[in-house]
Structures are given as structure tokens and as C-alpha cells.
């Protein structure tokens, strides 16, 4: 009932804070025999680590992820498998600013006027730091269904609008992703909004985003009607990223000025296999996946750190302002990018592992179609 | 673990099918000693009800609930509280169209690829006709919301959109909504509609729609960090209804261009109170509400049962037409109004409970400050 | 969280009170495609029916099982699964005498502690008449193990000790089980028992019992360690049945005066298979299935309900005498043995369930050894 | 859904096995504003320790635990509790005699066919080395309940049985269990298993043992019918602690001798409470607390670990001998005791926070009586 773990049968469940010593997570339900090492994670890791660009935060972290259970001579037990990142820039720093005062946008008021006490170093727990066990976690996920699954899912994030400016997705290309550093799929997208972010840095501001993610090679069937569909719980997911504020799946707010007709993903044989000639579902139909990409965009809200001043008040009642010093992310949009790729990674194998246990399925979940 | 079941503290549990017998839910955790009575219930199952204008299939159901335990001399007794509701008119018809055919939009090929068998009937346990269990479990969850807060939360929805006609917000009144047919909340809107929708109906089409839904007298502290937060459980039950393909909370997608300064929600003071000067994040912080108005979107497509004809395959390979004939919402957006507003309420009492598990807190839940 | 439900996997939620109009559950997580149908239900319901002998109580009730969804063309197609059972013999009687009074042993005192209300009907909630709606839910189990595994488990219950009485193991024959009132294995113990509680409930009074359970053809694998062993969700299982306060696997509680040479279930081939030479630890090690036998035994308090009177308290602070007239059990043990038999199937088939989730093994679980 | 977690708003997760670099656990659900730090958690884990007497293991571990989230100038926050103890003596030793054989009453042969590998360095994940995650845990639900329940609970173990020597519940004196290495009420009875033991330990032998935990100033009205009954998870809570084999709950099995005159608890007034004049149902009516002390024995088989030579079978399916070198506790009951501690304790605090959420009631949960 308490809010620090997801997923029914591969849960996982997360801890730490900001300026604590370490933060990690831990998984149950990982299937045996999977090969798993700490050079499995690390990858996903770094690609989230802040201080790689002047575009993200100069906190310095190498993020190093430790095995602590659940590993036996290279392979998986079964049993739960914790893994754990020690802070290492836990920077001794003065306080005073933002001890008492509610930062607007931060979650500052509400975890005060929810638990009566606040660790406020960093955000403590409200901390997008938390999702650097996401990450690992979601690396587990991966190499699960990669074991499980032939071909496995290829689960891919992109920055797709950076405050007013879209990506051309006439430019579309994967392979840009890895090449700039803000996940851009489209170069000359990367090109303008390099320009356009160091403005924003400069003036001591920040600026919203959207990320999609998209996982190929999905098979047909998963997801558990009615409250569990696979969509409801990628937007549970995606929500619970720090800064998240919407959540779509294919066509997403854009169906509601669409047609039955033009929303129809109509259906033809290819071959033996049917076939879907649009996607505008996004891969779900009644919440299962229906073999074709599963198509996740969500939008992230400006940092609320700048350097700005705002008003706001204190835990006194003092009308006062405050501007946040410091390291910061202008667009923390552009680190959710990993963070949304292993929220959907954990999404597809919990579903995968729920499937079985009521279907009892191996490996790929396929149709299962009566003879012509 | 399976996926019929909605909330951890505040529990329920649909079942039924369209054309089975009867549909209904069993809710665990009502507090108990609140005053509990079908009349209580009834008002808000006739708001989903079909068959109420021309706007809406014409399926005939009287949706006539029933109690069938948990409640003792109109109060409720803290055991389960089970409600059910008989189908009337499950019209016995020739489904040769669609038994063996995937309608495109629907769930017949995701079902049959997840289960190996469907209930074609209605769509069986994917009809829309399953969300009168929710609305009738909402109508528990209001009770208890208004036995438990003083001032109860008042929760209201209100179609926004309808294809792509937007309503004035200037001209947004709570009072129309229960004047017109599509719980439009601006009069001009209503009449656009009416013109609008009367076309896509005789041309045997259907549109899509946004539903927003707002809950006033909230107070802060609701919500579980990190992965339960406040707006992610909103994400997951809006995402749980039938056709919703995106949810927002507060200003969603549009915080995307939106700079930190004018995202920010500042703070002052009223009198003795910290107030908010705008609330651009809908009522949450950090997955927790703040005690402003909880502000939720979301987009429903078009329904997919349309009468113009649709290329498909059959459940034997072969490539064939459908078109979906009887009764039919051309805007199915209309009636996941009540249904929005029904998980409003049951995440909001779910949450309540929930926060008193950990907290301890009677009755309103308010911020803990320190003494000035 | 709250605790009318049972089950991870395979999960079913009870609801009804002795005395309002129906009771029931509903069965989340059934596997599609499995044969279903009322009268594979109706027949365990009888076994536990009251009324059938002098033995148990006259109350009146046919137990009709009805199942209202989940269920299509006589199989089950995965979704929830609704069964409910109208009650007939809600005897309109006088209930001054328990209106107020604490009767003790029930749960009276401490339901009012708990809730402040209680619906003093029967026992209301806390009446055995609740296990009816279990025993409905064993059925569908022991058809979904039926379908799954091959052989199928085999679950039997026996009464072993009626008051001082055990049966004589020597004597032990399943067939006899159904042959006499009582579920006894032994048709010795059964005419001892059948004079010696006829003397107990002429007296007015009661006795307890213990019941064991035997589960045959269970694969070895079954079982989640550390927290949700085989035998920690069996004891769960067990002790939840009204009345039950002790529970025992394999050997029990004998094996505290053991040795840990006696207690050792030494291991030899037969043939290509491994084999025990005993069953002391009852089909459990580690909390994981061996393949022998699951051998559970609960204790049964004695009915509480007795005509002897007894010294209470009332809800204003009198003190009083109370007495219960009318139709009771003079052993609630004898009706708990198909209660227990369907807990077994119900944990039996839970596990299963999340077995496959993690290890995704079809039809029976067998050992994966190394090729020799 | 996996099985390393227990309880549903207290709620923790263990991990980590025998012979890995550290084990651990994380508790999600911790009310804030608990003082909390490593000394408070200390204690308990020294009591637990192996090697402190020549009556048990010669294993050396300082079971130092750490913080490493959840706590905030020493208050907790409400943010997860994850505690870390490293494994310091992980012998390097030979494991040729059990890597491949199946040591019987271990759980060598099930973890196996469940998971198709299995860490045999030191029964792995098996090892009842896993029960000082769960003292850790217990310690922070023991300071839970001080704050908010006061009195607060007094939870206490004993030894009450070792082979066939039984206390003398005449002699029952609690400051005796601190005061011999058996947790002996029962100064007389620690005097003759002292020289039961060693003739035990030194024939290579091992023998079962019986635990009595009792939670005195338990307030009426815990536990959530029907299935998460008090004693339905003290039952689970007490057979998930390895090698338990049997529960009982007040008179347990030897209330299926008693009759129903005698089996009542009869109620009287003293002054203005309710009283019992008996507590044969152990504390808890209809599985909810009654008020009176909650009393919960265990029985634990003999240590399978022994130096007798065994007969059994490795993974190659050859009949061979094992017999276990090294250090091993003779009775493992001993080491029992505050674990049963422990999760009588995570018990009570779980319950006690989910009785919140449903009622709502803050600090001692009490009578609702009407007024006289």
C-alpha cells in the first residue's frame, strides 16, 4: 500500500534520498537463469548520469551500481536482486535558502504538509535522483526480456519538442539519438534547441519538453483488462516520473478531433500474419498489446530550479522569495529520456511475467488463431 | 495481481460481461458507520445511463442497482460492499457480422490474441458497459469522501472538446452542465455540438472528445511518492476507461513550452493560510495534492464501432469488410463524463485511506506547520 | 489491503453476510479456456451444506450456486469470474437476546471494538456461512488444477479428532470419508463419534475437532520463498476458517520432540526419479513443494454457539447471562472439512499460478536436473 | 506477487543470502516522525546473533546494521527504511560435499526443481541467515508502535519446549529469558536442557523446539476479517521463519478436546471496561485483538544441518551419504525466539496501520461502546 514500489510480479522497489548515503532498489520476481552482471546496468546508467553536458546538471555522480543479492555465478536465482548507487557529491552546502521556504513547483509544501517533517537537502526523496534506480532497475528489465523474448523488445526514447520547437519527424532518424546530447532523433532539431537551451540557461531559466518512447517487437496479448491494460499502467508510469504532467498513447489528445473512419487501424493479411495498416492506437487495443510499436509520449514541466527569483512563503507564514543557487538542469526533459525507456522496459516485463502466470505462455506471446 | 481490481485501501473489484446476466463490484475497505443507501447510487448510474438522447446508443437499461451487502440499517458496516446491477437488454441478435471478424478500433483481435477466446457479444468484458460498476462504486466513494471531509469534495466533469470544437472557457458555467446532452459547461459550445454531432451521427461516423474533470475542496497531503503518486493513480484510472488514449493534469502538454518562471506557482499569504497564485500544476506537487483544485484531462477517441464499412480479417485469415450496425454513441466521449468523475472519487478516497494508514490523520488533512 | 480477499495470482474477494440476501466472490486471474460450469461447483457446496445430518445445524439453505460472469459457451475466457449464492432461510427471529450481549467466543465484542457497528444478524459477517462462498471459489480451483496439470492434484479432508477421539491411522480409508456424517476415514472413529456427540449436544454444549487435509499429485516447485512459503499461505489459509486456532504441516508440532536424524526425509532413486523415504516435513522444504503429499491438519475450537449459559457482558456495561437457542453445530469442525479442502485448492492453485509468472513453466512443474 | 515481502501498509522487503556481500531489507509505510537510528535496531540483532553461546553456531557475524534511507536528523520521514547488515564471515570453504548432493530437510532439492539453479553456498537464499533482516525490520515496527500506541505493546518471547522437555509454567518468570542462552522462562528447565543440549550437540545430533511469543497491551480491534485475520498472518508470519512446522493461537490444538463451556471466554465488568475472565482464544476473537495479551506458539524442527550421515541423492541422480561439517546451531529453536519476536511485532504494526485506513482511529484503538 505504501508508494515506493511498482510492478505485481516483477516489483520492484526503490529507497533513498538525495544526500543520503546511497540510494538503490530492490526486484523481486526476477526469473532464474537470466545472465545478469553490473556491466548489464552500467550503460543505462551513464546515459542518465547528470554533468555529461553543459545542457545538465554539474552534480558529479559516476552512478556506480553494486549487485548486492540475487546473482549466482553470472546467472539470476530467482531470488530478489538489490542494487545500490552510493552518493558520492553529496556537496556540503548552505541550506538556508531553501531549509524553510516552500520552492514553487517543487514539492517542498506538499511532502511538509503530508508527513509534518522534510528532509531538505536536495529535495530528499522528491528528488528526480530517484530515478537513477529506475534506470538500473530498468536495465534488469531488459536483459529479462531478452531472455524471454525472440526477437526481443527494442525499447527506444527520443526528446521530441523542446519548449516551442518540434522535431521534424520527416528527419526521423534512431541512430541521432546517441549523437547530441539531448536524445534529439532529428539533427537539426539538435542544432536549434542547442541554441535555443543556452539562452534559456543563460537568462537563469528553464524550459518544458515532450519525450516519446517506442517499443518495438512487443508481442500481440499483454496487458490485463479492465484497471491493469497496458496503457493505463505506461501512464501511471510515465506520470510517476518526476515533472511529468501528461501522458499520451499513439494519436493520444490529437484523437479527440479525429473520425471512427480515420482512427480505424484498418487490418489486412500479410501473408499468413495479420497485419494493422496505421498505428493511431499506439499498439494497444482494450489495454493489449497488439504486436505492432507500443507508442508512449509524455510532457515534462520547465525545472523548477532557476535562478529566477519567484515568491513564495515559508514554514512561518513569512511572504518571501527565493531563487534556487546552483547546479540545475535547464530542460530535466532531456534526462527523462532514459528514465522513460526503463519505465517502459519495467512496464512490458511485469506484463510479460502476469501474462504467464494466467496463461501460462512460453517465451513469445503470440496469437492463437483457430485453423483456416 | 490480475486486473479487474482498482485501488489498495479502497478497493474494488469489477465483474460481468455485456451480455451476461448481471455486471456489478465488490468494494473492501468502506469505512464503516457511513450512510449508505441505492438512492445514494442511482442519481449517478442515470447520468451514464444510455438510451437518454439521440446523442447516445439507444440501448435500453434501467441500470437499477442493488446492494447486496455490507450495509446494516443504512449504514455501512466496514465489510464488503457488493453491487450489482442486471443487464436488461441484451438483445438477442444475429452476431454473424462480428463474431469471427476483428472490428478495427476494438478489442475482439487483442482479446483473442491475449485469451485464445472472446465473448463477442457487445465486446463482452471490453464493452463500456462495465463502467457502471465504476459508477456505482464512485457513488460509494463519494459518500464516504463526504463523511470523512468537511467541506466534502466537490467533484464535477465536463466534456471540453468534442472533435475539434473547443468550448470558450470564458464562458464556462458548472450550472450547464446538467442543461444540455453532452455535459458541456458552455451553452454556445452545447449548440455547436448539437448541429455538429447530428452530422457525424447521420453519416454513420463517430468523433472523438476531451473530458475534464475537476475536484474542489481537496485537501493537501493526498498522495503516495514516488510510484502512487496523486496523478499518477489519475493517469492510470482515466487510462483505464474505454477509448482514453491521453491524460493531463493541470496545464499537461502545454507546460512543454512554458518557461519555469511562468510555470512556477507562486505562493502568498491569506491571512493566516499559505495560497497559491495560479495553479498550473493542477492541484499536485511531488505526487502530492497541495489543497488547490485537482485538474484532470483526458482525450477518448472516436468510437470504433461506426456504421461506414472498414477493411479487417477474420479469426480464419481472411481479408473482409465490417461495419459495426444497431446502437451506437457517435461520441462516446459524452457519456465518460460521469465515468471520469466516478474515478476522481474513488482515487481520491482510495488516497485518503491510504494516508491515514501511515499518518494517522482524522478527517480534513492539513498542512503541519510549525508555530510562527 | 483490506482483508477480504485471498490470493495473488489467483485471487477471489467474499462478500455477504449470514443474513442479507445473498453472499458470494468474485475470481480474478482464472485462466481462460477451462471447462465451467454450475454443477461442477454444486456438489462441493453440498458437502459443506448445513442441514444434512443431526449433527450440524437445521438451518435451511440449498446453496444454489450461480455464476454470473466470466464464463462463455462453457468456458472460462479470463475474465472475472462472479458466483453468488442467494440466501433462503434468513428466519425471521427474535434477536433481543444477542442483540446487545457479547456472546463468548464469537466475534461480537470485537467486531463492535473494531467498527463501532455490527450487523448482529447471525454473526453477521463473521458467520461460517461466509466459508460457502470459499467452498464455491475451491471448485473453480480444483477445475482450473484439473485442467493445468496432469495428473490433476488430488485433495481430500478427513476429520482425524473429534473432542478426546482420534481416528486409528490403521484404520484409514478415504473411501469411508463419505460414508458416514462426520468425514471420518475410519469407520470405527465414526460410530464412537456418532454416540459420543449426540451425548454433547443433548447436553447443550460442543466440542471441538481437527481436521487434516491431504493433497496428492502436487508438483514438486510450488511455493515463493521466504514470506509467501506453501506452508506460511497454507497456515494463512487455514487459521482464516472460523474457529480454526492452530495449524500444522507435515509432522508438526511432534517435530519439536524429534531428532534431527528421525526427522530427516532421506532421499533414494526410483528408477531415474529422486524419492523419499518418509514424508516428515509433509510435501514442504523451504517452503517449496517436494512432490509427496501436502499434508495439512488445523485445529477447530468447539462451536461457541452452546444452550449452556454463560457469563457476558451487554454493550451498556451490564452484566448478564446469554444462552443460544435454536439451530447450531455441535461440532463446526465436521462442516469444516471441505472448507479446508478448498483452501487447499484455492493456495494450490494460487501458487501455481505464480509460479508460472516467474519461471513460466507449462503443465506440471517438474525438477530440472542436469543431464547425468 | 513474488514472495520476499510481508505486510501491506508496514511493508518490507528482505534480500540477500547466506554467502553474498551483504543482506538487507527495505520497509515501505513507516509513519514519520518515529525516532529512529542504528542503536534502537542494535539490540535486537545481538540477541538474534549466531555464536554466542557453545549452544549455537560458531558463525561470526557483528550483524552491524546500517540506515541508509527513510531518516532525517533522527526522525524517520516516511520515506522507505532501507537497512543494510554486511556478511563478514563468509568462510571460504569447500563445497564439494553439498554443491551437488540434496542435503536432506533442507531446501536444496526444492529450490532446485523450482528454479532450475540454486546457490548452495550456505543454503543461499535458504539460509535462515535471512531471519536478521527481519529482527532489523522488527525493530524499527517496535518503535512504530511505542509511538503511537501507549501503552505501547510489550512483546516478548520464550522457549517453552526443547526435545520432550516442557517449562514448568508454574516456575514462568520473563527476566529469566535474558538470563540463560535457551531464552528460558524457566531457570529450572534452562538448567536441564543445558545438559540435554550438549549430549544432543555432541552426538552430532539436533532436536526440534516449541516458541511462545506473547504481545501484552495489544488494544481490541486489530485484524481485517476474513482473510487477514490477526492470527491468519500471525500463522503465516510464524511458518514463514525456517524450519517452523506448526502455529497455534491461545489453546490451539488442544481446543479440539475442549467443550464449548469450557472454551468460552466468559466476560465480566471491571468497573467501567469490559473484561475476560479466561484467554483460551489467545487474544483474538473472529480475528480481530480482543485486548488481552495476543499469544502465538510456534514449533521448530530439529537443525537439519547434522554430522549423522544421511542418506540422499545428488543432481546427477546417484544415491549417496551427506552429512554436514561445521557450525551449526544443535536447536535452532533457540535463535527462533526474536525472530518470532520480530514478526509478532511487523504483525501488530501492519495491522495496526491498516486499521487506520479503514477507521481511522489515532493512538490506542479502544471500545466503541455507547454510552450507559
Known amino acids: 500500500m505504501p508508494g515506493n514500489a511498482f510492478g505485481q510480479a516483477f516489483t520492484f522497489t526503490t529507497w533513498g534520498e538525495s544526500h543520503g548515503p546511497a540510494l538503490g532498489c530492490v526486484i523481486d520476481g526476477v526469473p532464474p537463469q537470466v545472465p545478469l552482471s553490473e556491466a548489464d546496468l552500467q550503460g543505462?546508467?551513464?546515459?542518465?548520469?547528470?554533468?555529461?553536458?553543459?545542457?545538465?546538471?554539474?552534480?558529479?555522480?559516476?552512478?556506480?551500481?553494486?549487485?548486492?543479492?540475487?546473482?549466482?555465478?553470472?546467472?539470476?536465482?530467482?531470488?530478489?536482486?538489490?542494487?545500490?548507487?552510493e552518493n558520492e557529491d553529496q556537496r556540503s552546502k548552505d541550506y538556508s535558502e531553501i531549509k524553510d521556504k516552500f520552492r514553487p513547483g517543487h514539492a517542498d509544501y506538499t511532502y511538509l504538509a503530508k508527513y509534518g517533517i522534510r528532509d531538505y537537502r536536495g529535495g530528499g526523496r522528491s528528488s528526480a535522483r530517484e530515478t537513477a534506480a529506475r534506470v538500473a532497475a530498468g536495465g534488469v528489465a531488459r536483459r529479462v526480456l531478452e531472455h524471454l523474448l525472440a526477437p526481443a523488445p527494442l525499447i527506444r526514447g527520443?526528446?521530441?519538442?523542446?519548449?516551442?520547437?518540434?522535431?521534424?519527424?520527416?528527419?526521423?532518424?534512431?541512430?541521432q539519438?546517441?549523437?547530441?546530447?539531448?536524445?534529439?532523433?532529428?539533427?537539426?532539431a539538435a542544432t536549434t534547441w542547442a541554441g535555443y537551451l543556452d539562452e534559456v540557461r543563460k537568462a537563469g531559466s528553464s524550459i518544458g519538453a515532450v519525450v516519446e518512447v517506442?517499443?518495438?517487437?512487443?508481442?500481440?496479448?499483454?496487458?490485463?483488462?479492465?484497471?491493469?491494460?497496458?496503457?493505463?499502467d505506461l501512464a501511471k508510469a510515465m506520470m510517476s516520473i518526476n515533472a511529468v504532467k501528461g501522458v499520451e498513447i499513439g494519436n493520444g489528445f490529437a484523437a479527440a478531433a479525429t473520425s471512427g473512419?480515420?482512427?480505424?487501424?484498418?487490418?489486412?493479411?500479410?501473408?499468413?500474419?495479420?497485419?494493422?495498416?496505421?498505428?493511431?492506437?499506439?499498439?494497444?487495443?482494450?489495454?493489449?498489446?497488439?504486436?505492432?510499436p507500443l507508442v508512449c509520449r509524455f510532457a515534462v514541466k520547465p525545472t523548477s530550479s532557476i535562478t529566477v527569483a519567484r515568491q513564495t512563503v515559508d514554514r512561518f507564514g513569512n511572504e518571501v522569495e527565493v531563487q534556487t543557487k546552483g547546479r540545475h538542469d535547464p530542460c530535466v526533459g532531456i534526462r527523462a529520456v532514459p528514465v522513460g525507456e526503463a519505465m517502459m522496459a519495467l512496464v512490458l516485463c511485469d506484463h510479460l511475467l502476469r501474462h504467464r502466470a494466467q496463461t501460462g505462455a512460453h517465451g513469445p506471446v503470440t496469437p492463437a488463431f483457430d485453423e483456416n
Open 214 to 232: 517506442v517499443a518495438d517487437n512487443v508481442p500481440a496479448g499483454l496487458g490485463e483488462p479492465v484497471y491493469d491494460k497496458i496503457d493505463s
Open 261 to 292: 473512419e480515420d482512427n480505424a487501424d484498418e487490418m489486412r493479411m500479410a501473408g499468413e500474419t495479420p497485419t494493422f495498416l496505421t498505428n493511431n492506437n499506439g499498439g494497444a487495443l482494450g489495454g493489449i498489446t497488439t504486436g505492432q
Open 158 to 175: 527520443a526528446l521530441v519538442q523542446m519548449g516551442p520547437h518540434e522535431v521534424d519527424r520527416a528527419n526521423w532518424d534512431w541512430a
Open 44 to 85: 543505462w546508467l551513464d546515459a542518465r548520469k547528470p554533468g555529461q553536458s553543459r545542457y545538465t546538471t554539474q552534480r558529479r555522480e559516476s552512478d556506480t551500481v553494486r549487485i548486492l543479492s540475487g546473482v549466482f555465478e553470472g546467472l539470476t536465482t530467482g531470488t530478489p536482486v538489490c542494487l545500490m548507487i
Open 177 to 188: 539519438v546517441g549523437a547530441n546530447p539531448f536524445f534529439a532523433p532529428d539533427a537539426t
